[in-house]
């Protein structure tokens, strides 16, 4: 247990997603995504979201804690992966009959997570949330959003730079043409990018360290204050279909007795292909 946080000590929570690694993932002989020969990892986004919590943590001599929802659990490598990084403890939320499949209910789960992992750390309430600004899978950018309305909290998107300063979270983002900063009195939300810094490699030693740090797992059904009737109930964004298109390489050589001629050939082969247009 922990004493509740001040603002010179703040209470950071980062909400992790464990995904197949997309830089990996391969189709099957019907074009559906192959998920047993993929890998797991930290969504892209979430280890970037690690890495402001933990520069927050260290510059005002907080805490930050992981919180996932997951349908399956995770490799255990891949968790402490996450502890190595330097969180202090990941709390792991089960959704065995996956419930949570779609943002607003995963966003639903999460708030009551946020609560259960604040009670279990002896806090009234998280100083800060960070999200990544989407999941490396779905790429929806909704959860980040959904979640600060679940919990009441301001949100700032799309954040390329976080600075907390005497319980106000200041922010910076792009966009189109200009940047802006927004402030907001903590307790906030805030989802980051992989803009706002990168996110550290874990060493050798820190790796065989994460093992002694804790790992929570609640089930979602028994998070209080969550109505798993209610949430069965949500309006749905239910999956059709995920495939890939066929392809398949023409293995066309082109010859010629010069660069230029080669090119000349290549650029003809196009246009007749209708591949480019002059």
Not at 64 to 87: I, T, Y
Not at 125 to 140: F, K, M, P, Q
Not at 251 to 270: I, N, P, T, Y
């Amino acid at each position: 247990m922990t004493a509740a946080a001040t603002p010179s000590a703040p209470s950071i929570l980062v909400c992790v997603k464990f995904v197949p690694d997309p830089a990996q993932l391969q189709a099957d002989a019907a074009g559906r995504p192959d998920l047993r020969q993929a890998p797991f990892r930290i969504s892209t986004f979430d280890e970037n979201a690690i890495e402001a919590a933990l520069r927050l943590a260290a510059e005002h001599g907080g805490r930050a804690v992981a919180l996932s929802v997951c349908a399956q659990l995770p490799p255990r490598d891949v968790v402490l992966k996450a502890l190595a990084m330097g969180v202090a403890a990941v709390y792991l939320i089960k959704d065995e009959e996956r419930l949570a499949r779609d943002p607003l209910r995963v966003a639903t789960a999460l708030a009551a997570g946020a609560r259960a992992a604040a009670a279990r750390e002896n806090l009234a309430r998280w100083d800060l949330v960070i999200c990544g600004e989407a999941s490396a899978d779905e790429y929806n950018q909704q959860v980040g959003p959904r979640l600060a309305a679940a919990l009441d909290l301001p949100a700032i998107t799309y954040a390329t730079n976080l600075a907390l300063n005497e319980g106000v979270l200041s922010a910076e983002r792009g966009i189109e043409d200009r940047s802006e900063t927004l402030e907001v009195s903590a307790p906030a939300l805030a989802t980051v990018g992989t803009e706002i810094n990168t996110a550290r490699m874990p060493t050798v030693l820190q790796i065989m360290g994460a093992g002694r740090k804790p790992v929570i797992e609640l089930a979602l059904s028994d998070l209080a204050g969550l109505d798993v009737e209610q949430l069965k109930a949500f309006p749905a964004i239910e999956v059709l279909d995920v495939f890939s298109p066929p392809s398949a390489r023409k293995q066309v050589m082109v010859k010629g007795e010069s660069a230029d001629e080669m090119v000349g050939e290549l650029l003809r082969r196009l246009g007749a292909d209708g591949e480019v247009t002059f």
